[in-house]
C-alpha cells in the first residue's frame, strides 16, 4: 500500500546514511587498503542482506532463478561491488572526503547522458544547461577554486572519482534490463563479487587483521552504505505516492555529509567545496526538473 509519510520516513533515513559513509569511507583508508576495505565491506554487506532477505521470508528466492540469472549475477556482480568500489574507494584514498564525494554525486548527470544511445532518450537542452552547471562545480571542487589555472589537486584522485560515476550509471542502464528481484539480485550479486575480490585482496595484499577501529568503519559501509540504505531506499519509492519528493531527498546528503566530514575527520572545508557542491546539487536538480515535469504532465493526464 502507498503511504507517502512512511515513504518519507524511508527515504529521510536512507539519506541520514548515505550522509555517513565518505566519514566512514576516510576513516576506514587510514589503515586499509581500497581492497582491504571492500573485501571486509563486501562481507558485511552479504550478511546484512542475506538476514534481511531471511527476515522477510525470501530466503528461498535465492535458489529459483535459472542460469542466465546466476550469469547475470556474476557479471554484475563484476561491475557493482568490484569494480565501483574499487574505483570509489581508490578516489577516497587520494582525495579529501569533501572533494570526492560532490564529484561521485554527478553520476545522476551521467546517466541522464548515457540514457540517451543505450536506452534511445532525448537528450533535451536542459540536460545540456544541468551538465554545463553540474560540471563547473566539478572544476571548481577539483582545482580547489583555482580555475582559470585548471591545475587539479590529484589529478588521478579526480579521474578516479568522475570514473566511478561512469561506471555506477552503466550499472544501472544494464540493471533496466534485470527482472531479478532488486534485494535478491543485489544480494547475489555480492556474493559473486566476493570470491573476486578476495583473490585480487589475497594476491595484492595478503590479509591481516585490521585495527578495531578500521574494521568497525569498514563493517558499517558494508552493512549500510551497500546494505542497509539500499533496502530502506527501495521502500521509500514502493511507498511513496509521488516519487519526485522522495528523490528531491537526495539533495539534503552532500550538504549534510559536510557536516560529518568537518565534525568527525576534522577537515577544514574550503570555499571552494561549497561553491562546488552548490553548482552540481544546481545542475542535477535542473536535470531532475525534467523528471518532475513528466510526473506532473502524467498526473493531470490521468
Known amino acids: 500500500m502507498k503511504n507517502q509519510k512512511q515513504a518519507m520516513l524511508f527515504g529521510l533515513a536512507t539519506v541520514l546514511l548515505w550522509s555517513t559513509v565518505a566519514t566512514a569511507f576516510k576513516l576506514a583508508l587510514r589503515e586499509l587498503s ?3 576495505m571492500l573485501l571486509i565491506a563486501c562481507i558485511s554487506s552479504v550478511l546484512v542482506i542475506g538476514g534481511v532477505l531471511v527476515v522477510q521470508g525470501r530466503w528461498h528466492q535465492v535458489f529459483e532463478l535459472n542460469r542466465r540469472q546466476y550469469l547475470q549475477s556474476f557479471g554484475m556482480g563484476l561491475i557493482n561491488p568490484c ?3 574499487f574505483v570509489l574507494f581508490g578516489a577516497f584514498d587520494r582525495l579529501p572526503a569533501q572533494e570526492a564525494q560532490p564529484l561521485n554525486y554527478t553520476w545522476a548527470l551521467v546517466l541522464a547522458y548515457l540514457s540517451v544511445p543505450f536506452l ?11 551538465g554545463l552547471v553540474c560540471y563547473g562545480g566539478v572544476v571548481v571542487i577539483a582545482t ?3 580555475v582559470t589555472s585548471l591545475s587539479f589537486s590529484d589529478p588521478l584522485g579526480v579521474a578516479l572519482a568522475i570514473g566511478s560515476t561512469l561506471i555506477w550509471a552503466s550499472y544501472w542502464i544494464l540493471a533496466t534490463r534485470d527482472t531479478r528481484d532488486p534485494v535478491v539480485g543485489l544480494f547475489l550479486n555480492f556474493l559473486f563479487g566476493l570470491p573476486v575480490i578476495a583473490l585480487i585482496c589475497g594476491v595484492t595484499e595478503g590479509f591481516a587483521v585490521p585495527s578495531a577501529g578500521s ?4 563493517v558499517y559501509v558494508g552493512a549500510f552504505e551497500m546494505g542497509v540504505a539500499f533496502v530502506l531506499w527501495s521502500y521509500a519509492m514502493k511507498k511513496a505516492e509521488n516519487t519526485s519528493k522522495i528523490s528531491n531527498l537526495i539533495f539534503i546528503s552532500p550538504f549534510l555529509s559536510l557536516v560529518f566530514i568537518y565534525f568527525i575527520l576534522g577537515e577544514q572545508i574550503l570555499p571552494s567545496t561549497y561553491v562546488g557542491l552548490v553548482l552540481i546539487v544546481a545542475g542535477l536538480w535542473l536535470q531532475q526538473k525534467k523528471v518532475r515535469n513528466r510526473e506532473q504532465a502524467l498526473a493531470h493526464g490521468s
Open 34 to 36: 581500497p581492497v582491504e
Open 83 to 85: 569494480l565501483y568500489y
Open 120 to 130: 534511445g532518450q532525448r537528450l533535451r537542452r536542459l540536460d545540456i544547461l544541468a
Open 144 to 146: 580547489r577554486g583555482a
Open 215 to 218: 574494521l568497525a568503519a569498514a
